[in-house]
């Protein structure tokens, strides 16, 4: 049997891979070795900047009546006293907000969205190898009926930190593995916390996390005590009596529906790709859940790949332009785990400030610092600069407003290139010629109001996925030139000027 794209997986990475190749024109096969879906909390909190990327995935509807928003999230001290607070109001996004929901609930709104067009997760479905082979990959399946060999052209492995596609590449997750062990949980509890607000509290034994879901549930992440040995996951009365003990108050922990116990890790694969096999997700990048970017990472991983691949599929971009997924996916990688580290030394640095008797405080900040650090939990300042498929023309030197995210990307729709830039600017005709179908150009008056991206008299061509692919300033017969280069660089033209 052939398959254009395996995606190997059923978790958010592989299903939002799946509905992105769908609406960029191109239908995968998606296999998942698990027996059915499954029904646990896991990763929660989807930050603004993915909200913006579901959104131009004309999907966001669902996510948003099912989750509940959180505004702030407050790290918190001895008797429930604020140390810090971040808050999302102003950090330039639509979504001034987390959308929090449980992992299964996300899965279930990917799935559903999929079998709405006619495409099923064959569960029960387990890859044993991937090989080469002419003239792509060759994958053996097993399922229920027996073995199954299939021919695919590329393979997105999004099935997890045990990834068979990685182990395919002969790659590994290379990091670190933080100190100390860590259970997280799904239940009800009682305390005195504001509306759409997260929880981190702080005391000389450890930490607790507690981040709001819907119908007046939480997520939970609280440290084992160091003595802790049990391989058996906790009762309630025996996770009741930790979590009192890390809050310094009682918590009153009830209908608990799901616990586990988990590691945390910094860990990410030295490469993504080998041209034909693609890692995204947890196959690709581990970072500690106090971040909250995880999952979001998937989410981003997802985006890039399909709007590149679904491309080349159709014949109308160079296949060298999926070289650039591990470039500029292996950048952002870097970003998450930087974040994420942070987030977590933060936390366990006032733990240990705790332990020695101290008063937990953080240094004293500013507004402009809030907001920076605001959007760099919201992954808002996520950027490609650097990458192949950025570039400037004219007065701009530093590159600084190059493969940044598009702050007016939600007005732009469909799947193509967007070239916003005005209607008197010279060598359109020959862009419209050239680039018919493949980039949509735009008058500049209609942004003047909506972002500051675009410079007055300038151009800005925005990606598929939302980022700015390339600025001129001005836009005059030169940069339109070198515009038109840097398309060729990837794109295969449509139509040749006569």
Request: negative net charge; aromatic residues 6%; proline residues 5%.
């Amino acid at each position: 049997m052939h398959s254009t794209v395996l995606i190997v997986g059923a978790g958010p990475a592989g299903l939002f891979a799946a509905c992105e190749l769908l609406r960029h024109g191109v239908r995968p096969r998606v296999v998942e070795r698990r027996l059915a879906p499954h029904h646990e909390a896991r990763g929660t909190a989807l930050q603004p900047a993915t909200l913006d990327t579901i959104d131009r995935a004309g999907l966001i509807e669902p996510f948003l009546r099912a989750g509940v928003r959180i505004r702030q999230v407050r790290m918190l001290g001895s008797g429930l006293r604020e140390i810090a607070s971040t808050k999302f109001a102003g950090i330039g996004c639509k979504y001034e907000f987390q959308c929090s929901l449980p992992q299964w609930r996300t899965e279930t709104i990917l799935r559903e969205h999929l079998q709405s067009v006619g495409v099923d997760i064959e569960y029960g479905t387990e890859v044993k190898s991937i090989e080469d082979g002419p003239p792509g990959l060759q994958v053996t399946l097993e399922t229920g009926g027996g073995m199954e060999r299939l021919a695919a052209a590329y393979v997105l492995g999004a099935g997890g930190a045990h990834s068979v596609t990685r182990h395919s590449m002969q790659e590994h997750l290379g990091g670190e593995t933080y100190d100390g062990r860590y259970i997280v949980a799904d239940a009800k509890i009682r305390l005195p916390f504001p509306a759409e607000c997260g929880n981190v509290i702080v005391g000389p034994t450890g930490f607790v996390l507690f981040s709001p879901l819907p119908d007046e549930r939480w997520l939970i992440f609280v440290n084992r005590d160091g003595t802790d040995t049990q391989a058996e996951l906790p009762t309630e009365d025996a996770l009741g009596a930790l979590l009192n003990a890390r809050a310094g108050t009682n918590v009153d922990v009830h209908d608990l529906q799901w616990v586990s116990h988990f590691k945390m890790h910094k860990r990410a694969a030295e490469r993504l790709s080998d041209g034909r096999r693609f890692l995204l997700g947890d196959a690709a990048h581990l970072s500690s859940p106090l971040g909250g970017e995880g999952l979001n990472s998937a989410f981003m991983d997802a985006a890039d790949i399909a709007w590149k691949m679904a491309l080349v599929i159709r014949g109308a971009a160079r296949p060298s332009l999926l070289d650039s997924y591990a470039i500029e996916r292996g950048m952002a990688d870097q970003h998450v785990l930087e974040v994420s580290d942070e987030a977590h030394s933060s936390v366990m640095d006032l733990v240990a400030v705790c332990h020695g008797g101290g008063a937990p405080t953080v240094p004293p900040s500013n507004a402009a610092a809030d907001m920076a650090a605001a959007r760099r939990r919201s992954m808002l300042d996520v950027s490609y600069a650097g990458s192949v498929l950025v570039g400037q023309a004219g007065e701009i030197l530093d590159g600084s407003a190059t493969g940044i995210r598009f702050a007016a990307c939600r007005h732009l729709r469909g799947t193509g290139h967007h070239l916003i830039v005005p209607n008197d600017t010279p060598r359109l005709d020959n862009l419209r010629q050239r680039w018919d179908k493949l980039v949509s150009i735009i008058d500049a008056s209609e942004f003047e109001r909506m972002s500051s991206d675009v410079p007055d008299g300038g151009a800005v061509l925005v990606r598929p996925d939302g980022f700015i692919g390339f600025r001129a300033d001005p836009s005059d017969a030169m940069t339109m030139d070198a515009l038109d280069a840097h398309l060729a660089t990837y794109l295969i033209p449509r139509a040749h000027p006569g």
